[in-house]
């Protein structure tokens, strides 16, 4: 259905319900429901809250819902345990996949792994440590890991040789719990001076590692701007991946509003195989119902053989 169309569509509904006296929660999403996806794309709390509610567990239910069989949360190490079990009950009676959430204190602005600081690499194996609890607690398998700044001090083969030694140690504490860190590379636009930027840098790092707990997060956003030749990276990194994350560009919003060509890369991850999550972590390009509905369409127009 073409945006137009269904903004009309939409509009026609609402005023429906608006004569009639009734108004339904996630009317406008009526033609929207029980939509089968060919990959596990996964939204985050916030990208429904107007057609949902503030409320994490309306929002859970919500994007089942739709069909959407994953879910992101990079704050889940910040939300209460019994928050924890009441989303992971959820999840799991409605079918959705828990993907990714943060598993550490990231340093935006000055080292920690890279530099080697025994007391920092400490810090950050104590939050592995944490996070292997809430993972149990909401049936993930994968956390997020972004080893922090450069430091400025040190040349690169020091730092390489640093922040493999940490991830080495924090493999072992999460490989006899089959739970995986992925490696996000960051783009030096909207992240500048971080240590880990690109994704033949990270397949460095997790061939050195050599751990099946110790992989890549491929950000198609971050790596549309960091490197571009985004077909070619993916294949070339493709048995270190184990989680993509998704994002126009320019914008950071969902696919079909900047140059990213999704369709082309949503096919080409599917006949890879691929049984993983993509995490939809942009923002709405529109506000409101309307907005969530524009997102919905879109992963329908792009989602693979579509």
């Not at 009441?86 to 935006?108: L, P």
């Not at 000055?110 to 944490?130: C, H, M, T, V, W």
């Not at 636009?189 to 994704?199: A, M, Q």
């Amino acid at each position: 259905m073409k945006r137009r169309s269904f903004i009309n569509k939409s509009a026609c509904a609402a005023g429906a319900l608006s004569l009639s006296g009734f108004s339904a929660p996630g009317a406008i999403f009526e033609d929207s429901l029980k939509h089968t996806f060919h990959l596990k794309y996964a939204p985050h709390l916030g990208m429904f809250k107007h057609s949902a509610g503030e409320d994490p567990i309306a929002q859970l239910n919500f994007m089942a819902d739709q069909g959407f069989t994953a879910f992101e949360d990079n704050g889940m190490m910040q939300r209460s345990v019994s928050l924890q079990e009441k989303m992971a009950r959820t999840m799991q009676g409605r079918g959705i996949e828990m993907g990714v959430f943060v598993a550490h204190k990231i340093y935006w602005t000055e080292p920690n792994l890279a530099s080697g600081d025994l007391g920092k690499r400490q810090e950050f194996l104590d939050y592995i440590k944490q996070a292997i609890d809430v993972a149990q607690r909401v049936n993930a398998k994968w956390m997020t890991v972004v080893p922090g700044h450069l430091d400025l001090h040190l040349s690169m083969g020091y730092q390489m040789s640093h922040v493999i030694e940490s991830l080495k140690q924090a493999s072992a504490l999460l490989e006899p719990h089959d739970l995986t860190m992925v490696l996000e590379p960051l783009n030096f636009r909207n992240h500048p001076g971080l240590f880990l930027t690109e994704s033949p840098q990270a397949y460095e790092i997790c061939k050195a590692v050599n751990s099946p707990s110790c992989k890549i997060l491929f950000d198609i956003y971050h790596q549309q701007i960091q490197e571009g030749n985004l077909i070619p990276n993916i294949e070339a990194c493709w048995d270190e991946i184990a989680y993509f994350q998704i994002g126009d560009n320019p914008g950071r919003k969902e696919p079909t509003t900047g140059e990213i060509n999704y369709k082309n890369i949503f096919k080409f991850i599917y006949e890879k195989g691929f049984k993983g999550i993509l995490g939809m972590e942009h923002g709405n390009s529109r506000p409101n119902k309307e907005g969530e509905l524009a997102v919905i369409n879109a992963y329908k127009s792009v989602d693979a053989f579509n």
